[in-house]
């Protein structure tokens, strides 16, 4: 299949792009919207092999990445990147399809598949929820629906400090600019979720344990929460986020992930542990996140709840890491935002991170001091 762009995207406006696909031999119009979320200061954070902290600017293209929906399907939902052809997901009501660049061909020749995530049976929350919603911690949140208008107007940044234990990392594809990639679109499909609550997710930076994990990842999920968060606490204090989070890898788990609920702007709290299971979608996996995120929120699950919402499943049921096509928060989740807002729970999410689409990694050697250089001397062929 090759996608036909639309002749609205050759006037150099990168903003908004057209692009019309074929699936089973039906054409289908994607209108897509720019989506930033890569602030000027995402690094990636790796260590040496005597465990010194290593970072750099990876050379990661900001104004290719777009959310947006399918003429004449309401309930849709397209998240793609364009840096390289075009990769992502298209959503419709009750079925996923994912897209992407077939590079050992001629032309612009993509690939077109049915997404099915039936395989997630097996992932299940812990049946104590105290480890997510933490009797300790969470607060009781009125879920009457405040003033929407009032609700809607600011914009919110919720800045996520990403881990990946060396376990994900190694399945990833244990390349750095792979499995950047990979984190890259999994947070660009977290966004399209979070749209409708008018919040950006900003990956403020990633940090791979490609070597062997700092701290033990095995255990039940409170303990490890608890674990990550005592070393996060340490070892993150200078690093611009909100919320940090560990992902692990997992054959079976038997539990998807833990978060302290309505603590996102407690620094001793802001953080969470999501477990990536074998043959998991990246889909299914930012359910998962945004899930997670939701707890960290205040926002409640809604199977006991009588919610409603656009598509076939609601993003905060349990049952939504195991549907395909699209999701979105229902008026119980965004009734439970509206009272984590309006009981002052939220203040860190009004710190707007710099977000330029045109920003240019510092290059080392080019003897020019950029954004996070100290000095640049120039290459080692001048300094001669």
């Not at 881990?163 to 994900?168: C, F, S, W, Y």
């Not at 594809?173 to 679109?185: F, H, L, R």
């Not at 991170?353 to 050697?365: D, E, I, Q, R, T």
Request: hydrophobic content about 35%.
């Amino acid at each position: 299949m090759v996608p036909w762009s639309m002749p609205s995207n050759q006037n150099g406006n990168l903003e908004q792009v057209s692009y019309i696909i074929t699936i089973e031999e039906r054409s289908y119009t994607l209108h897509l919207k720019q989506q930033v979320f890569l602030p000027s200061t995402f690094r990636v954070y790796t260590y040496s092999r005597d465990g010194a902290v290593q970072s750099d600017f990876p050379h990661i293209k900001r104004d290719c990445f777009y959310k947006g929906y399918v003429a004449g399907f309401p309930d849709s939902a397209v998240t793609l990147s364009t840096c390289s052809g075009l990769r992502g997901i298209l959503q419709l009501k009750n079925v996923s399809y994912g897209i992407e660049p077939l590079d050992s061909t001629p032309g612009f020749q993509h690939l077109v598949y049915q997404i099915w995530n039936e395989n997630t049976e097996s992932l299940l929350f812990v049946e104590n929820d105290s480890v997510i919603w933490s009797e300790g911690m969470a607060r009781k949140l009125d879920t009457g629906i405040k003033s929407q208008q009032s609700f809607i107007r600011h914009s919110r940044y919720l800045e996520m400090y990403v881990i990946l234990d060396k376990a994900l990392y190694d399945y990833m594809g244990s390349e750095k600019d792979v499995v950047t990639d990979k984190i890259v679109q999994l947070i660009g499909f977290v966004n399209s979720m979070f749209t409708h609550l008018n919040m950006t997710i900003v990956l403020s930076s990633l940090e791979f344990w490609e070597g062997s994990n700092k701290i033990p990842t095995t255990g039940e999920a409170d303990e490890l929460l608890q674990r990550f968060l005592q070393w996060k606490n340490i070892h993150l204090t200078l690093r611009p986020h909100d919320i940090a989070y560990l992902f692990v890898y997992r054959d079976q788990p038997n539990y998807v992930g833990a978060s302290f609920a309505g603590n996102l702007c407690l620094r001793n709290y802001s953080g969470g542990v999501a477990l990536y299971q074998r043959a998991v979608t990246l889909e299914t996996f930012s359910v998962i996140i945004a899930q997670l995120l939701g707890l960290s929120l205040g926002i409640a699950y809604d199977d006991s709840r009588d919610c409603q919402c656009p598509g076939v499943t609601c993003i905060m049921h349990t049952a939504a890491v195991h549907s395909s096509g699209t999701k979105a928060f229902s008026n119980c989740s965004i009734g439970d935002f509206q009272s984590f807002i309006a009981n002052g729970e939220g203040e860190c999410l009004l710190n707007k991170p710099y977000l330029n689409v045109s920003y240019k990694a510092p290059v080392c050697g080019n003897k020019i001091v950029e954004e996070g250089e100290d000095c640049d001397c120039g290459s080692k062929k001048v300094r001669k």
